[in-house]
């Protein structure tokens, strides 16, 4: 939000971005509980504001591209986001991080300019011009942003890049080396730690599993594979391209037409992801990280695909749960106990059964109080209805929230993306509200029992293994790795 | 020569006057506000934007860790945690449960130089966010059990943010070791120690203090009419008291002698981090202008000097950034760079100096001026998205520098830099004597990696 910071500590923020019981960690004096408490004498506007997301116009190239167009004037400004629908989930086994290297090597140069011109081009005009293709995703993406009097030139930049790579051998050599360290830096972070073992522990086989390259896969992969995904998942066929901004459906449809028109359609490979294993028993895997002074704690199941009917049911469910700083985590965990600077759950979900997580950072002597608060909301939201104004107030709060998403260009073409590519009916964002108004306490009920699956639950713990081992084992087998990804025990 | 050195510098005059008709058309948006205190000294500024059915409120107090007396370092930020924890008539937490369930979002955020309060909501739901500020504002509530639990919070916000992290402890200690005077040497996230000597007496004579309307600002932006936002802001906030005006912090930084260096083992880092720093003028002055376009070109963009240098052609580096600080008081300009695991830490130190002397000596061209230019004319439109950020931005010029139309007028101080500002500011500050540098090391790294000049 703010410029570049590069010291993280100098804002530091009240949020990161319950019920009670406890004690029993630090020594045994009892500090009296810091009780939540509702006095109830604010002024709120019982009416709730209801927005309809304005709807983009489509329409669909010759060669099967298929474009969103999302006219917002406020600023003078445009950001382009193409989805190619192939992405982590189609790297070869052997490997992981293709697609990504792929999306990286876009900005490396094509046959028209090289590396170094395609950033000075980019910069000229204080655009942005990026492509990823994040681990665990189905999809690779490509932005450029900027101001709408450079719209010709960004989108000359982006179809460029798109269509023409050269993938240099020269600047894959230098890519190899800056990813390598990279992947050397990311191990000495907890957070990624976590995420690498809970991924791994939750998909196992599936393709989800990777959530970063390999030093192999780096060392393997050769301008050659670069090229083969480029060409087999690159295609107009198999691409969405929106726009959102200060343009005119009018003029930007024959500059789309001027630079994307031209790229050729081909058939492209079927994805065969397969099904994801059977969950597994429960289990807590802890990555002894002996120097830590948290336990960065990961505990979760598989989700669901992102067109399955519970999406919203499971939306609210996990509102109640963990969804802000209202909800029950964050209340109990740090409101009321003190445990940690933020609690909090989300889930994803693809074209696959994406992960539902709860996680939190916690100072290492109350690792156990932490899992004992976990659980016991795990459990409580499972077995016990929730109260009608609990539960009033969560559908509240997410059919409220929709304003605030009109601000966003950005998040709004992301809305309709998500519907084009995941095939959701025309009318969704239309229906969103109404169908969230109709999630019951039952609904809620059957949603927590089905993915907050205690009996499957997969908890990562990274911190100190020494001092937080114990307590772990009281919450099932505990497997041990080290921080280099290697088992232990 | 003489004839030559004439038609050069005229050449240079027409130069300079063609691209001055050029940055004459580089504009931002206007934004419209009104300016207005009330009678007990609170400052308010309005600015409609009804492009969505929100709006966002911002509620920047003018105290931040600069405030601070040794012995109770972090102690504005837990204090600002405290302003969450209620008031006479909203329970502790009641705060955020209120904005989040009406579709809101919101935050206190705590730096060197102030103290700020947000709140996003749909644009029906004014009344309840000045109901909120206006309470906490009037008649704080404490207790020690509040304090104790928002004590542990802040101190698991200290370990997730830096104890638990590789590089942690340098990101504080550049602060400390360039810095003599108290105010900005120390870190706002503060000591745990001095986190455990918080007092709930400590909390309500901060209060008193630094939490009167007339040491605030409070910033509208968003889907309302301006009379009638005023009118009720006056409802809300009318009534509270206002206070002497809190002590002055006296900013100065003594002269300083020498360069400053210091060698951190770090048990939780896998590769070396350098980081370096320089002392600049305050912002929002030519100096601190002129750096802040220097920064860019070093390293904004791919394009960058340093980007393309460094970590392109030489391959010396993964990663470097470069800030200029721009606080109320003396300010940084930082660099801060991750050597590539075979290179050794003081041969990138050596490179980075090297292009700060190639800026000394050579200056930077015309054509890295214009790139700069676009990015900060791009980038100053682009913070005008949300209402929240603009509400952030007013209250801070306001704030800091007695300007809010700064939000209209910065970026026009960026584009008047001239390259020849840029190769000044850049041989009067940063001055390899005087600089601060912090080498952090993995643990058990062998000497030799280590070794100074």
Known sequence: MKRTVLFLMTAVFALGTGSAILLGQEGNKSIPLSKVVRLNRAPVNKEILRVKLPRPREIKLDNGLDVLVLERHKLPTVAFMLWIKAGALNDPRDLPGLAKFTADMLREGTTHRTSAQLAADVDDIGATLRASANFGRSVSVVTASGLVENTDRILELMSDTVLNPAFPAAELVKYKKRQLANLQQMRSQPDFLAYERFYRVLYREFPASAVSATPESLNRVTRDDLERFHHEYYAPNNAILGVVGDVQYDAIVPLIKKYFGNWESHPVPESNLGSVPAPATAKVVLVDRPDSVQTNIMAGDYALRRNDPDFIALTVTNHILGGGPAARLFLDLREEKGYTYGAYSYFQSDVYPGPWIASTQVRTSVTDGSMQALMAEFRMIRDEAVPEKELDEARRAIIAGFALSLEQPTTLLNAWLTVDYYKLPQDYWDQYPQKVAQVTPGVVREAARKYIDLDHLQVVCVGNGKQIKKALEKYGPVEVYDTNGKRLE | ?453
């Open chain 2, 1 to 453: 020569m003489r004839i030559n050195h004439a038609r050069a510098l005229l050449l240079a005059v027409a130069l300079v006057f063609a691209q001055a008709l050029i940055a004459a058309e580089l504009r931002v948006p206007h934004l419209a506000f009104t300016d207005q205190r009330l009678s007990n000294g609170l400052r308010v500024i309005i600015a409609p934007d009804h492009s969505a059915p929100v709006f966002a409120i911002s509620i920047t107090y003018n105290v931040g860790s600069r405030n601070e007396r040794p012995g109770r370092t972090g102690f504005a930020h837990l204090f600002e945690h405290m302003m969450f924890q209620g008031s006479k008539n909203v329970g502790k937490g009641e705060h955020m449960i209120l904005v989040e369930n009406n579709g809101g979002a919101m935050n206190g955020t705590t730096s060197e130089d102030r103290t700020n309060y947000f709140e996003m909501l749909p644009k029906n739901q004014l009344d309840l966010a000045l109901f909120l500020e206006s309470d906490r504002m009037r008649s704080l509530a404490v207790n020690q059990a509040n304090l104790d639990n928002q004590r542990n919070a802040v101190q698991e916000e200290r370990r997730l943010g830096i104890d638990n992290r590789p590089y942690g402890k340098a990101f504080l200690e550049i602060d400390n070791l360039s810095y003599d005077n108290f105010a900005y040497k120390h870190s706002t996230i503060g000591s745990m120690a001095d986190l455990n000597a918080a007092t709930v007496a400590d909390v309500s004579h901060f209060f008193r203090i630094y939490y009167a309307p007339n040491n605030a600002v409070l910033t509208l932006v968003g889907d309302l009419d301006p009379q009638e936002a005023l009118a009720q802001v006056k409802k809300y906030f009318g009534d509270i008291p206002s206070q002497p005006a809190p002590p002055k912090v006296d900013l100065t930084e003594p002269e300083h002698y020498g360069e400053r260096r210091e060698t951190i083992e770090d048990p939780l880092a896998r590769l070396p981090l350098l980081l370096m720093a320089y002392h600049i003028p305050p912002g929002n002055t030519p100096g601190n202008y002129a750096l802040r376009v220097l920064g860019n070109i070093l390293s904004t963009g791919e394009s960058s000097r340093l980007y393309q240098h460094l970590v392109k052609e030489k391959q010396l580096a993964t990663s470097v950034n470069v800030q200029a600080d721009a606080r109320i008081g003396p300010s940084l300009f930082y660099v801060m760079a991750m050597p590539r695991p075979d290179v050794k830490p003081e041969d990138l130190e050596k490179a980075i100096e090297d292009e700060i002397t190639a800026v000394q000596k050579n200056g930077v061209t015309e054509r890295e001026m214009d790139k700069a230019r676009a990015q900060l004319r791009r980038q100053q439109i682009q913070a005008r998205q949300t209402d929240l950020y603009t509400a952030i931005r007013l209250g801070e010029y306001a704030v800091y520098y007695d300007d809010p139309n700064l939000v209209n007028t910065i970026f026009d101080k960026y584009n008047a830099v001239t390259a020849a500002e840029v190769k000044e500011a850049a041989n009067r500050y940063l001055i390899s004597r005087e600089q601060t540098v912090i080498i952090d090391l993995p643990a058990g790294t062998p000497v030799h990696m280590a070794a100074g000049h």
